[in-house]
């Protein structure tokens, strides 16, 4: 991303997220999150990806392999030129990509740079991290009974607990959950134990549930 030569990928992003002339079919795009490499720090690596190349031929030459201090020095440089790319190469996925809403509720393509040395897009708990802070997602633990009945909307209360799970994963006000299906059960059956939900049958009969367990969303 990134440099003004970019148009291509966030076209084909768009598409995959269901967005823009090209959107493709998709009904979980709201799920999915993009890591992308940023055109500058791509570059950097590549240029270091060349050096570490080079010095891997060096180490190779027959004179230098011939020579044991030689050989140890250019050993280390091929040793050190490896860990610089590795580096570079992690830092140059900067970008994290996915599907939100605006004011208005209409689908948008939402991005966040890592900024701070260190962190890379190819780490998943940075990722995560970066969703919490972008309120696309929850932290471990957050989500219980109470952040559950302020997520939900008078249209949501009388669905079945299937397409009340599917939200989560296919809607982009809904934040993702850490542990998908077993947090929004222990949130459902915390919200019946308090007595601020009930679980219905199809038929209209009240059912009860001895653990979170018990609730088949």
Same mark, same amino acid.
């Given at each position: ?27 979980? =795009? ?57 580096? !570079? ?14 004011? *208005? ?9 890592? *900024? ?13 991290? =970066?969703?919490? *802070? ?52 222990? !949130?459902?059956?915390? !919200? ?16 009860? =549930?001895?653990?979170? !367990?018990?609730?088949?969303?």
């Amino acid at each position: 991303l990134l440099n003004g030569i970019d148009a291509d990928t966030r076209d084909a992003l768009r598409a995959a997220m269901g967005l823009g002339d090209h959107r493709l079919a998709v009904g979980w =795009a709201s799920s999915a999150v993009f890591v992308c490499v940023n055109t500058q720090r791509r570059s950097n690596a590549r240029k270091l990806a060349v050096e570490h190349l080079a010095r891997k031929r060096v180490a190779e030459i027959d004179a230098v392999r011939a020579d044991d201090d030689l050989h140890e020095k250019a050993k280390e440089e091929v040793k050190e030129s490896r860990r610089q790319l590795e580096k !570079a190469a992690k830092a140059a996925f900067q970008h994290i990509v996915y599907l939100g809403e605006d004011a *208005d509720g209409n689908r948008v393509e939402r991005s966040i740079r890592l *900024d701070k040395d260190g962190h890379t897009a190819l780490d998943g708990s940075t990722v995560w991290a =970066a969703l919490q *802070d972008a309120d696309k997602a929850f932290g471990v633990g957050q989500f219980d009974a109470k952040a559950l009945l302020h997520n939900l909307r008078p249209a949501d209360w009388g669905k079945p607990l299937s397409e009340i799970r599917d939200g989560f994963w296919n809607t982009p006000r809904l934040p993702l959950l850490p542990h998908g299906d077993t947090d929004l059960a222990h !949130a459902l059956y915390a !919200a019946v134990q308090a007595g601020d939900a009930r679980l219905i049958d199809k038929d209209g009969n009240e059912r009860t =549930a001895s653990t979170a !367990a018990d609730i088949n969303v």
